[in-house]
């Protein structure tokens, strides 16, 4: 996907710096804490976005309790501390679960598990480090700022050579550095040069997870409840009366989440609960401002909008590529006759959906929905064709079978292709959450032929049903006017004509095989059953071999004895 890669221009990201005031040194730690675990080494200071913060990869396993062992409640215990106390630092718990720290006095932030000496060693060099460098910059991060680190771990245990940071302004709704920052993977889904108003606006998405992921110490402002419920009628409102609606939600959900959001002013800070719903929500509601281009000239109006243009970068490009699309557009357009015109309306349909790769949740639950609907529609009729063609070719002669009757096989047989490549579609999208953007945003990317490659497999029950049908009314027609000359069983036009058929079937089920939401591991897992049975035949082989050899070995001797005797 083409990126920026315009710098941002500096004078607008100063805002932090003060020249005349003195930086703002973080104080130390406190003495119990510095005098045990102060390490010898500074650690390197990595800049990172809130998304890259690394809560839900890293998986701290607990070690289970030897069996056989007892476990005593004292008398009388009442009092059992939740959280535990380090220090100057605070532990929380996530409305998620997960636990996370705060140093109240600094407004520092980190997942690391600070009761361990290791973690809490590193995360005070981590300080030390930003200290240093706040200095050396002259910075003042005093006020309304948060810091938050984040530990990478090394090769070893003790070993921690980086720490990520990245610093909030709750004043400015946004994020950010003391060093320079690639912004390629935050601006990688939007395809324009991004402005200054527009990164500012990328950013504000990275705070609100920020907002999110640490929210227990928040009080959710009156200001920023009546700015989320207005988004949140508007888009309401939008779903209900626009059919080509840009939000997020449709209307119904809508609704729900605003019965939700109705009572965070009476639950307040407690728990935590009212801010992470508050920055989940306008993180979804401000990522969808950002791919919309909001508030620029050329903003998206319509889900159906496109916005960008469509470039090549040279002129070799652009013949290479009219060349490989011209062919692939003859052997498109070759398929959709074959397939009754069904690649080109799936095809068609999906790029609707699909607009400048953007993909929203609730046009695709209904495209879905339909597809769906129309592939059980033609399963169901598949199923009752393959009846009645079995009942119709039971009991007819092998050796000589007429027209109609070939007519018939042919029919049975588009009737069982439809009603595979139907079930095993519908299995396919069983497994895939349409609810999850980012999963069907991937399965679209990920598959051969891009979305007319994935219009052919979904054409193909309909396809297949319609050259049944066809193949069943010839049938008819030719028994009921008398066309029906007999044919040999043993005919090799009709054995050609068979093995096409059913080649052309087969063809079809790998390609919607290749669909599968999970396609590559298919593919994978077919590949390494193919190599287990190559590896099973060829050892049989050699036991038949060996096998052989001692056979003929024995017949010697026996001809050896009878020559003796």
């Known amino acids: 996907m083409p990126v920026s890669a315009s710098p941002i221009d500096s004078a607008h990201t100063s805002d932090y710096a003060n020249d005349d005031a003195a930086p703002v040194s973080l104080d130390s730690l406190s003495q119990s804490d510095s005098a045990t675990v102060v390490g010898p080494r500074e650690l390197t200071l990595v800049p990172i976005s809130p998304n890259e913060v690394k809560r839900y990869e890293t998986k701290q396993l607990i070690p289970k309790r030897p069996s056989g062992t007892s476990v005593y409640i004292p008398a009388l215990t009442r009092n059992w501390p939740r959280l535990e106390e380090c220090g100057d630092w605070t532990q929380y718990a996530h409305p998620e679960g997960a636990a996370y720290f705060m140093h109240g006095k600094k407004n520092i932030f980190t997942d690391a598990n600070l009761h361990d000496d290791r973690h809490l060693r590193a995360i005070i060099r981590a300080i030390e480090s930003l200290e240093s460098l706040l200095i050396s910059q002259n910075v003042d991060i005093s006020g309304d700022l948060e810091v938050v680190l984040d530990l990478t771990p090394g090769d070893s245990d003790e070993d921690f050579p980086e720490c990520g940071y990245y610093i909030a302004d709750n004043t400015k709704r946004s994020i950010f550095w003391l060093h320079e920052y690639d912004a390629e993977e935050l601006v990688d ?19 609100w997870k920020h907002y999110e992921l640490f929210p227990c110490h928040r009080e959710v402002t009156s200001e920023i409840l009546q700015e989320l419920k207005g988004i949140m009628v508007y888009n309401g409102v939008d779903s209900l009366t626009a059919s080509d609606s840009t939000s997020s ?68 490009q652009l013949l290479s590529s009219k060349i490989l699309s011209r062919t692939r557009s003859v052997l498109f357009h070759i398929l959709s006759i074959m397939l009754f015109d069904g690649p080109r309306q799936h095809a068609a349909a999906l790029e609707e959906v699909w607009v400048d790769r953007i993909m ?33 070719l039971h009991g007819r002669e092998e050796t000589a079978r007429s027209l ?31 609810c999850n953007a980012e999963a069907v945003q991937q399965y679209l990317w990920t598959k051969p032929g891009g979305l007319r490659g994935l219009g052919v497999a979904y054409s193909l029950p309909y396809a297949f049903s319609a050259w049944a049908i066809t193949a069943f009314v010839a049938s008819m027609v030719c028994a009921s006017i008398d066309l029906n000359p007999e044919v040999p069983a043993d005919s090799v036009a009709v054995r050609v004509a068979a093995a096409v058929l059913w080649g052309c079937a087969l063809l079809a089920v790998i390609w919607v095989l290749l669909m599968s939401a999970r396609g590559s591991d298919a593919i994978g897992c077919v590949s390494a059953k193919l190599e287990d049975a190559g590896e099973w035949a060829r050892g049989a082989l050699q036991k038949v071999v060996l096998w052989r050899a001692a056979q003929q070995e024995g017949e010697k001797e026996e001809v050896l004895i009878k020559d003796l005797v």
């Open 189 to 207: 889904e939007f395809q324009a040069e991004s402005k200054l108003s527009q990164m500012g606006l990328r950013l504000e998405v990275e705070y």
């Open 249 to 316: 939600y449709n209307g119904r959900e809508i609704q729900e989440l605003m019965a939700m959001v109705q009572p965070l002013r009476e639950i307040g800070s407690r728990g935590g609960y009212s801010a992470q719903i508050v920055g989940r929500l306008m993180g979804t509601f401000t990522h969808t401002r950002f791919i919309n281009y909001y508030g620029q000239y050329g903003a998206r109006l319509s889900a159906t909008q496109s916005i960008f243009e469509d470039t090549t970068d040279s002129q070799d």
């Open 360 to 392: 929203r949740c609730t046009p695709w639950q209904k495209h879905i929905a339909k597809v769906q609907k129309e592939w059980k529609n033609v399963a169901a009729l598949s199923s009752i064709l393959l009846v009645i063609e079995a009942v119709l």
């Open 404 to 434: 109609a009757d070939e007519a018939l096989l042919f029919a049975a047989s588009f009737s069982t292709a439809s009603l595979i490549t139907a079930v095993l579609l519908l299995h396919q999208l069983r497994a895939l959450d349409e």
